[in-house]
């Protein structure tokens, strides 16, 4: 039997509530982890102890704030193999440092004519930059033709990423299906032709051991909330000659290494990409997070998430009456399901009831519910507090839902 890889009732506090009076079984954490206690208390520590503005003042505090605010930045680097810690700009989640490149980068190198290559699994923050940036500047959109089971072959690959390509933009793993993409073969091919592959990494840097050198991207973007980190607090990781090159998005203190009347040049990276007061608990958050998460160990957590993917996948195969969506394997750690004549929201208000908490929706991805021919799914995603009993309270919730609209 899998069992939680963490002691959840000492390491996540949360998940000792009850709910309606059940034991939580927290099955959302695509959408947001739950925090550990060592990151709670890294952050309150921060508050009760060193609170002050980094990278400014010379003072005590200050200089205290911005030992710990450097060393997370390190300590985040050193989590997704980044050859210096400059390479890695905070920033506000995925959705900003996706918007960052967009911006930033994109504008510099993308054309009239030019190509921009996605998939229709992508979540909105990796497609509608593409979409602003392809209209900014006369590009075109392809996309990568999907496997009936929602994966993406290298065969599909090779006809979407043409010598007009510029810039291949895929999520590592799909927030709704929980399929794996082929990175590193997409890197590949866009580099052979003369482009730049951009990496959603919202679900596979909480899930997977990550080498951005080993995945071949030029950027990979990624947040905090996912992997047991504060809100409000993400990363962006880009190549170092890419981020030189780079243009600032936000304009401000701290970004600028000259001002006057006319004119400002910039800071060195990342400065430049950090303009105004960062989120320095949750960058302190988030390399606590980085510890914890290395403790318990990254290839221990992407094993017992595939796992918990696949039963539970096979196991809502076997239910009468239930849809399920994507590959069997690899998968994942989220698996997307319908109930036969019971709307998703219904699905996850019977679940609430039986402390099950899931997500409904299209899951910021409707061209991949329009690719699915549904118009939203209810999705259960696992995390390392998670076992294989809540894959059986999971089962249970469904069986109770199909009784309850039987009545």
Request: glycine fraction near 10%.
């Amino acid at each position: 039997m899998t069992k939680p890889l963490v002691d959840v009732s000492r390491d996540f506090p949360i998940l000792n509530r009850t709910i309606n009076g059940h034991r939580l079984v927290w099955l959302d954490s695509a959408a947001t982890s739950q925090k550990p206690t060592a990151v709670l208390k890294a952050v309150e520590r921060y508050y009760e102890e060193s609170n002050a503005n980094v990278l400014r003042s010379v003072h005590t505090l200050a200089s205290e704030a911005t030992e710990e605010f450097n060393a997370a930045r390190a300590k985040v680097a050193g989590f997704i193999g980044a050859n210096r810690p400059e390479e890695v700009i905070f920033t506000r989640g995925t959705t900003e440092g996706l918007n960052l490149v967009a911006r930033g980068f994109g504008d510099q190198v993308v054309h009239g004519g030019d190509e921009i290559v996605l998939s229709p699994m992508e979540h909105h923050s990796n497609l509608i930059p593409w979409q602003q940036l392809a209209r900014r500047q006369g590009a075109t959109l392809r996309y990568i033709q999907l496997a009936p089971d929602g994966t993406i072959s290298l065969e599909a690959l090779e006809q979407a990423i043409t010598p007009k390509t510029r810039i291949v933009a895929l999520s590592r793993i799909s927030n709704v299906l929980g399929t794996i993409n082929p990175i590193r073969e997409a890197a590949d091919l866009v580099h052979r032709h003369g482009g730049y592959l951009i990496v959603d990494g919202a679900q596979s840097v909480p899930h997977e051991p990550t080498r951005v050198e080993e995945l071949g991207a030029d950027f990979l973007a990624f947040s905090g909330h996912k992997m047991c980190a504060p809100t409000g607090i993400g990363a962006l990781w880009g190549k170092h000659a890419l981020l030189d090159q780079m243009e600032p998005v936000i304009f401000g203190g701290e970004m600028i290494s000259y001002v006057d009347r006319e004119e400002a040049t910039w800071a060195e990276i990342p400065a430049k990409f950090e303009g105004g007061t960062p989120n320095i608990a949750g960058a302190i958050g988030l390399g606590a997070a980085v510890d914890y998460l290395n403790q318990v160990g990254m290839e221990a957590i992407f094993e017992h998430s595939r796992s918990l993917g696949e039963k539970a996948f096979q196991v809502l195969q076997g239910i009468d009456g239930v849809s399920v969506y994507g590959p069997a394997s690899p998968h994942a750690g989220a698996v997307a399901f319908n109930i036969d004549g019971i709307h998703p929201h219904d699905v996850a208000q019977v679940f609430d009831a039986q402390g099950v908490a899931i997500r409904a929706g299209h899951h910021c991805a409707q061209p991949l519910m329009q690719w699915l021919g549904v118009g939203s799914t209810a999705r259960a995603s696992f995390y390392l507090y998670n076992g294989d009993e809540d894959i059986e309270r999971l089962k249970e919730a469904i069986l109770e839902t199909k009784r309850y609209f039987r009545r």
